[in-house]
Nanobody, 113 residues
Framework: QVQLVESGGGLVQPGGSLRLSCAAS????????MAWYRQAPGKERELVAR???????TYVDSVKGRFTISRDNAQNTVYLQMNGLKPEDTAVYYC???????WGQGTLVTVSS
């Protein structure tokens, strides 16, 4: 059973930056496509970014040029560097592991002045 632990969220002003981390258990991490999703209040969960085992990345249009997903296979950790944050980025952010149906507890990002 894969376990995912997200961290790094918090309150930040518009234009600020945060780096989210997701630590995953298990030996499949290095070949798994990992992804970050977010869910804003009253909205459905949406894909933000994904990174394949080989490093190929994709992003939702609303975060292109501002967010960067990366991974450290030696640490079984995936990151989301978020720059130029906007109020509409406010949400609970979750990471997802290709080979697991489970979700972590998420980490709350609040962008507000």
């Amino acid at each position: 059973q894969v376990q995912l632990v997200e961290s790094g969220g918090g309150l930040v002003q518009p234009g600020g930056s945060l780096r989210l981390s997701c630590a995953a258990s298990g030996s499949l991490f290095r070949i798994a496509t990992m992804a970050w999703y977010r869910q804003a209040p009253g909205k459905e969960r949406e894909l933000v970014a994904r990174i394949a085992g080989g490093g190929t990345t994709t992003y939702v249009d609303s975060v292109k040029g501002r967010f960067t997903i990366s991974r450290d296979n030696a640490q079984n950790t995936v990151y989301l560097q978020m720059n130029g944050l906007k109020p509409e980025d406010t949400a609970v952010y979750y990471c997802h592991h290709e080979y697991s149906p489970a979700w972590g507890q998420g980490t709350l990002v609040t962008v507000s002045s």
